[in-house]
């Protein structure tokens, strides 16, 4: 079974940056999907980003040009930069795993929380 760990939390001051990482344990990482996913407080679970296996990114609308995505395959590793933060991207954080129809699996999250 994959797992998933997830860094890079935190709190900052609405403006600032922070930059999340999911490490993947298992070789399966180079054909998965990966995406970051968030649940803001009282919200239900949205997308933030993904980027699939060939490093093709897809990102919610109101988060392009703040967040960036990315990969890298040799540490089996995602990246998800977010800058210029805003209070109401506080959430929980978590990292998604997929290949269709072979596993699909979720990081325990990270807590990251923007102050005005």
């Known amino acids: 079974q994959v797992q998933l760990v997830e860094s890079g939390g935190g709190l900052v001051q609405a403006g600032g940056s922070l930059r999340l990482s999911c490490a993947a344990a298992g070789s399966i990482f180079s054909i998965a999907d990966m995406g970051w996913y968030r649940q803001p407080p009282g919200r239900q679970h949205e997308l933030v980003a993904s980027i699939t296996s060939g490093g093709r990114t897809n990102y919610a609308e109101p988060l392009k040009g703040r967040f960036t995505l990315s990969r890298d395959n040799a540490r089996r590793t995602v990246y998800l930069q977010m800058n210029s933060l805003r209070p109401e991207d506080t959430a929980v954080y978590y990292c998604?795993?997929?290949?269709?129809?072979?596993?699909?699996?979720w990081g325990q999250g990270t807590q990251v929380t923007v102050s005005s």
């Open positions: 998604n795993l997929l290949v269709p129809g072979v596993t699909n699996v």
